[in-house]
Structure formats: C-alpha cells, structure tokens
C-alpha cells in the first residue's frame, strides 16, 4: 500500500434479529460485559491505528448514533445512514463508497478482532487494482462452523466465497482493506435487490485481483447468536482492545 490505512468502515444497519431478540435496541448496542459491541470494535481500530471510522447506520439508527456520540473511543466518528436496510450488505456498504479514496477497512461490527489483527491487514503489501480478505485457514476450531463464509484459495487469492461452498481451504474473518476497485466492482453487481460483499469479493477474484492474508494464529469470532455472544464473553480480553481509548470523538 503506497498510503497509511487511517480510515475504517463499518456497516452497522441490519436488523440482528437473531441476538437482539426482540429487544429495543441495534444489533451493535449489545453489550457485552457491560461494553457495547460495537464499542469494543471502534476501541481495537483505534488502537491498531485507525483515527476514523465511518459507521453505516440503518434500524434504529438514531439510537445508535446517539449511543456512540457519548462514548469515548480512540477514533472519530462519521455517519452515513442506509435507507435500504431490507438489501444485503453490500448495498449497505456501498452508502460508504465516498469515504473510499484510499485503502479503508472494511470491518463487520459484529466481529470482534484484537488490534493486532487489524494491523497485520493495514501492513499487508496491496496494488491499486486490488483488495484484501483476512482468512483463518483453522477450520475446524470456527465456533459455527454452519454459519461461517467459506472461501476457496489459490495461492494468495480468493478463487471462490460463500456460505455453502463444500470445497474450501480457509475462512472469511469479516475483516478487509479495501480500495475504489472494491467498491467498484460492487457496484457492478448492484440490483433492485442490492447486493452483497460477497458477490463484490467474486468480482475482483474473477479479475484476480482479491487477495488474502492469513491470519489463523490470531482470534477471532463473529458474534451473531446468543451461544456466540456466551463464547465472546468467555473470550473477551484475547478478542478486545485492553488500551485505554482516547476520547476523540466527533
């Protein structure tokens, strides 16, 4: 990467019926030992570096947004709201695609990743026509395994990704660089019923232009049903920024 990756995006707009159960408030409003999860995740990019993170917001949106107004972070904060919440994720992503001038994180808010995850991704070596997928090649320690992104490798590349891939080497951590290629090629498979971040990532793989960097010796975890919200509690000081934030919100 010929620049420092500085900026991190974040779709935060879905429903997340499956954890929030019912409850009134955002998916990333969760806590989690009394710690929203998405603060958790604003919290390790910043200690990995990232001073601003652009978060896409949707259901409940205000809420969310008043909620990370009031909370010190370590990165400032921008909006972009989705008015299209019912569309895939990449449709969500693509309400972003002004803040992509530059490699940019793209990271779930819903993951929880260490700070040194996210570095070794900001540090990986990426050309302009490219962008980058952290994979975990350690499938048989994926806590659900069912619902995990699957990818297939050829080398150092993305060849194929999907839930229901049955021919697979490696799994999607939910963490990427991304430059404008990305979001161009998300557009591309942009429809009346949007698109996901997936269909985006088969674009450029079919370009071999996707690239991928392992990170299996790092952790990781998804956080999307209430037996994964009972594992991120068991394992939260290995999956969480322990720096003290810096207050910088705006």
């Avoid at 990426?126 to 395994?145: H, T, Y």
């Avoid at 660089?177 to 591309?188: G, K």
């Avoid at 450029?204 to 037996?227: C, F, H, I, K, Y």
Wanted: with cysteine; glycine share 8%; hydrophobic share 40%.
């Amino acid at each position: 990467m010929s620049r420092a990756v500085k900026r991190a995006i974040i779709p935060a707009a879905g429903f997340g019926s499956r954890l929030v159960q019912g409850r009134p408030y955002p998916k990333p409003l969760v806590p989690l030992g009394g710690t929203p999860l998405i603060v958790h995740v604003l919290r390790s990019l910043g200690a990995a570096g990232i001073r601003e993170a652009v978060v896409i917001t949707g259901h409940l949106g205000d809420r969310l947004e008043a909620a990370l107004r009031s909370a010190p972070l370590g990165v400032a904060l921008r909006f972009v709201r989705n008015d299209e919440v019912h569309k895939p994720n990449g449709t969500s992503v693509l309400k972003a695609r002004a803040f992509v001038e530059a490699p940019t994180l793209l990271t779930m808010s819903d993951h929880l990743v260490p700070p040194r995850l996210y570095a070794r991704v900001m540090q990986t070596p990426l050309a302009p026509e490219e962008s980058l997928l952290a994979v975990d090649r350690r499938i048989a320690e994926c806590f659900d395994l069912d619902d995990a992104t699957k990818v297939k490798l050829g080398g150092p590349r993305v060849r194929a990704i999907g839930k229901e891939l049955s021919d697979y080497d490696a799994l999607d951590t939910g963490v990427f660089c991304v430059t404008p290629a990305f979001m161009e090629a998300l557009a591309a498979c942009e429809g009346p019923e949007g698109c996901s971040i997936s269909q985006g990532v088969e674009t450029l793989a079919a370009r071999n232009a996707m690239r991928t960097v392992d990170v299996s010796g790092l952790p990781w975890l998804d956080v999307d049903t209430p037996e994964a919200h009972a594992e991120a509690l068991r394992r939260l000081p290995e999956l969480t920024s322990e720096s003290a934030p810096r207050p910088s919100v705006r």
